[in-house]
């Protein structure tokens, strides 16, 4: 017997089904997506994945990998006082840093928008982002040595100094011992004898190039022989004879005065009066009482010269670092803010301005709040940057003061490979430096995912 299909029903059991078409693209669809993935992820598991379980295996055993220590290195760890100053470092970069960048870059993004050039304006700032850290870190070394001769800021910092505060001419000189002058214990030089009214004293001093002598110094001969009635005087001049010759202690025709330096009468302790040598050298007390004096030239005459400010030194070093990072992120922080500013709605702006607000009143109840998801975008970024900053500490900070700059990145390199020789240490300072990092990272993202929404 025929056995007759009603149209409509099911197909027998027996028959295979036609596959879907829709079905079958989807699928297609499928592994083409993953054959152009596949790549990405095996970049993934073999760049992060791996080295990250790596760590976390590794900072469970001793320097040489072969003993189990557990969690001892995570012990160690926070035992350590130069992980310690790590871990203080890292909390003021991240502080300091973000926040001033953020700051800085929304006071530049908002006044960007009121200058004529504000296109080259903001090229100029962004151009430091073109530099590799390493190169900037080789400027900022340079710019703060502290020698002025050398090192920028410190040539405008002496600079300064000078316009407001005199300098000693004289930080090289000095008296020969067992000639009329011994050195007091706060630097200057005082008469081994007494002088009264009516003396002339020649105070000999070397040390001083000739050539360093001032221009208008003039020979000390002919001062060393006037007296005055009544006028306790003197000479001040450099005991030495260019060419040779010349007596010790004696004022030879060819030895020059020492113009510029302040010398003081003293009696019981006390300054009586106070004189200025001439070009010549000479100086001379005039109305003194009657009695005995020590002639003194104070310390100040010896002064070393003003050097600058030592930018990288322990106290500065930590500061003088995060200024290079700000130079090089700063137009970062600029470029982002200003396109939110950008696309503010500038009927508040200018509703708020026709009620009477002024601009402080406006940048701070409108454009600040109104720019709050892209400060917060910017501030959070900048937060897991200088988590992981590395090149600026460790080329900027000297050798003796690198101890004082590390943070938990240079930290785990110099443990590691920097002469420590303790890779198990090391891991964990990498993994301690990732949970540290993993917070703000997941922040950065469910902020951009609802931002999308």
């Keep these: 017997m025929t056995a ?8 027998s059991a027996g028959r295979p089904r036609a596959a879907d078409p829709r079905h079958r693209a989807r699928r297609r669809r499928r592994l083409v997506a993953l054959a152009f993935v596949l790549p990405a992820l095996l970049l993934l598991g073999a760049l992060v994945v791996y080295p990250v379980l790596f760590s976390v295996g590794r900072s469970l055993f001793d320097a ?7 969690a001892g290195n995570y012990t160690e760890m926070f035992r350590d006082p130069a992980t310690l100053t790590a871990v203080r470092n890292s909390a003021i970069w991240v502080v300091v840093a973000p926040t001033l960048l953020t700051g800085l870059g929304l006071v530049l993004a908002v006044l960007v928008e009121k200058v004529r050039w504000a ?3 903001k090229l100029l700032l962004f151009m430091p982002m073109a530099v590799s850290f390493l190169a900037a870190g080789i400027i900022f070394r340079l710019a703060y040595e502290e020698d002025p001769d050398k090192g920028v800021l410190n040539a405008a910092v002496v600079g300064v100094h000078d316009v407001f505060a005199d300098s000693s001419s004289y930080p090289t000189a000095r008296a020969r011992d067992g000639e009329g002058l011994a050195k007091a214990p706060d630097g200057s030089y005082i008469t081994t004898g007494s002088a009264s009214p009516g003396d002339t004293l020649a105070l000999g001093l070397v040390g001083v190039k000739p050539a360093d002598l001032p221009e208008d110094a003039r020979p000390a001969y002919g001062a060393a022989g006037k007296t005055d009635a009544g006028v306790l005087s003197g000479v001040v001049y450099l005991d030495f004879t260019p060419g040779g010759g010349g007596e010790r202690g004696t004022v030879d025709r060819t030895e020059r005065g020492m113009p ?3 010398v003081e009468a003293v ?3 006390r300054t009586a009066a106070t004189a200025t040598t001439a070009a010549d050298g000479s100086f001379a007390f005039r109305d003194l009482e009657a009695g005995s004096y020590s002639v003194r030239l104070p310390a100040e005459n010896f002064a ?33 803010i200003g396109a939110g500013l950008s696309a503010l709605p500038r009927d508040a702006l200018e509703a708020a301005r026709m009620d009477g607000a002024n601009e402080w009143q406006v940048f701070r109840r409108i454009t600040v709040p109104l720019l709050a998801p892209i400060l917060t975008v910017v501030f959070v970024t900048l937060v897991i940057n200088v988590m992981k900053v590395f090149d600026l500490v460790y080329i900027i900070a000297p050798g003796p003061v690198q101890q004082d700059a590390t943070v938990l990145a240079t930290q785990m390199w110099l443990v590691s490979f920097g002469g420590g020789n303790d890779q198990g240490l090391g891991s964990a300072l990498g993994v301690l430096l990732l949970l540290l990092v993993i917070p703000a990272m997941v922040f950065n993202v469910r902020r951009f995912r609802r931002s999308q929404s």
Excluded at 4 to 11: E, I, L, Q, S
């Design 304 to 336: 070393p010269p003003y050097e600058g400010i030592s930018w990288l030194g322990p106290a500065l070093v930590t500061p003088a670092i995060i200024g290079a990072y700000l130079w090089i992120w700063t137009g970062f922080a600029m470029v982002l």
């Design 119 to 121: 296109t080259a304006f």
């Design 4 to 11: 007759v299909t009603t149209p409509g029903a099911a197909p």
């Design 267 to 269: 009696r019981d302790g």
């Design 64 to 70: 040489s990998g072969t003993r189990f220590v557990g």
């Design 260 to 262: 510029g330096m302040t």
